[in-house]
T-cell receptor, first 118, second 110 residues
Framework: KAGVTQTPRYLIKTRGQQVTLSCSPI?????VSWYQQTPGQGLQFLFE???????NKGNFPGRFSGRQFSNSRSEMNVSTLELGDSALYLC?????????????????FGQGTRLTVV | GQQLNQSPQSMFIQEGEDVSMNCTSS?????WLWYKQDPGEGPVLLIA?????ELTSNGRLTAQFGITRKDSFLNISASIPSDVGIYFC??????????FGDGTTLTVKP
């Protein structure tokens, strides 16, 4: 069974540009969560999609957005990039048997996309 | 917002020693999770805890969900060099949205 695939692995962008990152979950998994990892702030939750609907959202500005397609693949977009957006962006997929409140099921992380904003 | 305090920040131990790390929070969580992250990789789930008081083992790893639902600990017994890495605790109130601790960096000297 293929794991979680994130593309691209590395990306360099200039301030003010926008970027789109992709995450392909494990086959059969309908939940995809996105996290930002930085040395200063650690792992911070961005948002979670389940069956094409955003179920949970973290405390990030509106420049950070995402979507999920019918095949459960997800993308996240960051517009008007700032230097502080440089980070490792991780996505995690899980089967998540119920939406919203409910028992967590095992989440599998991808290797992440390393974004550098210059 | 919800904050997790994970300690210690780093540990340097000799191979064969036992390790203990913990997380505390001012908020209640419904699930506690422990992950390990190796360089260049995403976190890998080690243990998931779903009930207050629950004690779960996974090989040499043992973790407990605190009775108050505001804390959890992870123990590693008889450490080996491949235990090196960063260990994260995470609490969940809503499934799919984890709040992570800042991590404990473990170094094991052969």
């Amino acid at each position: 069974k293929a794991g979680v695939t994130q593309t691209p692995r590395y990306l360099i962008k200039t301030r003010g540009q926008q970027v789109t990152l992709s995450c392909s979950p494990i086959s059969g998994h309908r939940s995809v969560s996105w996290y930002q990892q930085t040395p200063g702030q650690g792992l911070q939750f961005l948002f979670e999609y389940f069956s094409e609907t955003q179920r949970n959202k973290g405390n990030f500005p509106g420049r950070f957005s995402g979507r999920q397609f019918s095949n459960s693949r997800s993308e996240m977009n960051v517009s008007t990039l700032e230097l502080g957006d440089s980070a490792l962006y991780l996505c995690a997929s899980s089967q998540r048997v119920s939406g919203g409140l409910g028992r967590s099921t095992e989440a599998f992380f991808g290797q992440g996309t390393r974004l550098t904003v210059v | 917002g919800q904050q997790l305090n994970q300690s210690p920040q780093s540990m340097f131990i000799q191979e064969g020693e036992d390790v203990s790390m913990n997380c505390t929070s001012s908020s209640i969580f419904n699930t506690w999770l422990w992950y390990k992250q190796d360089p260049g990789e995403g976190p890998v789930l080690l243990i998931a805890l779903y009930k207050a008081g629950e004690l779960t083992s996974n090989g040499r790893l043992t973790a407990q969900f605190g009775i108050t639902r505001k804390d959890s600990f992870l123990n590693i017994s008889a450490s080996i060099p491949s235990d090196v890495g960063i260990y994260f605790c995470a609490g969940e109130r809503n499934a799919g949205k984890s709040t992570f601790g800042d991590g404990t960096t473990l170094t094991v000297k052969p």
